[in-house]
C-alpha cells in the first residue's frame, strides 16, 4: 500500500476550537524580538503568513480583509490624500490604498520588519505594493508614531493582529484618542475588531470607546474563512463623513473581488446578534 505522511498546521480558534490545514512545505519560520513568525503553503489556502501560531492572510482569502479594511474608509472620504497604516506589515492594505487616484502618500508603521521581509519574499502577491512610489516604510512603534503626529492624516488604518500580545495597546482608548489628534478635520479611522461571536466582550468595549471619541461610529462586517467563525468585523470612527451617506453610484470601479459599490451599503446592514452587541451599555450605532 502506497503510504503518504500528512502535516498539518492547527491554529486554536478558541481554547475549544481550531482550525487545521494540510502542510505542502513550511517555507520559512524565526522568533523575531516581538513574535513567532512563519510562513507555510497549505493545501487549501495557499501561502499563509501566521504570527505566534495565529493565521494572519493567506493567499487565498486575504482580498477581503484588505478590500473591505481599505476601500470602505477609502470611499467614505471625499478625497483622502494621506494614509496611515498602522501594523499590516504583509503590505495588503497598502496595496488597496495606492488603487485610490486621490492618494499621495502613505506612510506605513509597522512595529516588526520581519514580518516586512518575509511577505516581500514568500507572499509577493500581497506584498507587491511595498516599493511604490507614494509609500514610506517607518519600522517603528504606531502608538508612538499617532502621538506625536498631530493633524496629519486622512484616513488612519489600524491593521493589527490579534488584542493580545504585541497589539494590545492598539486596542485601546488612549491609543483612538490619539488617532483622532492624528486625523484633519474630516479624517476617518477603521480598525480590525474581531469575531463578533467570539469577541462579545471585546466588540461593544470598542464601540464604546470609538463612539465616545469621534462623532460618527459604525460596524461593519466582511467574511474571512480563515478567521474565528468566518464572518468579521470592522469598527470605522468618522470625524465628519458617514459611511451610509455616500452616493454609491459615485464610487470608483476599482480591481476588487469582495467590495464593490452593493457591498459599501451591504456590509452595514448587521444580523441581530451583531446589533445587540452594539447596543449593550456603550450606545446606539451612530451620531
Ligand atoms: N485572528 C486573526 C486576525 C488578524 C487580523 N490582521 C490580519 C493582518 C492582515 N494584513
Redesign the pocket.
Known sequence: MDHKLFLWFTEM?TDDMAISCRVKQRLHEEKTPFQHLAVIDTEQFGRM?VLDN????TVKD?FV??EM?THVPLNTHAAPKKVLVV???????VREIVKHRSVEKVVHCEIDGAVIEASRKYLPE?SCALDHPKVEILIDDGIKHVRENKNTYDIVIV????PVGPAEGLFSDAFYRDIFESLRDDGIFVA?T??PFFNRALIPRLYKDISGIFPVTRVYLGC?P???GGL?TFTMGSKKYDPLEVEVTGIPQLDTKYYSAGVHRSCFVLPPFVKELLEQPGGKQGR
Do not use: R
Not at 87 to 93: C, M, Q, S
Not at 159 to 162: A, G, L
Open positions: 480558534q503568513l495565529v493565521i494572519q492572510t486575504e480583509y484588505h479594511i501594523g499590516g506589515g504583509d503590505g495588503g492594505v500581497i491593521d493589527s493582529t490579534d480590525q474581531e469575531s474571512v480563515t478567521y474565528p468579521w
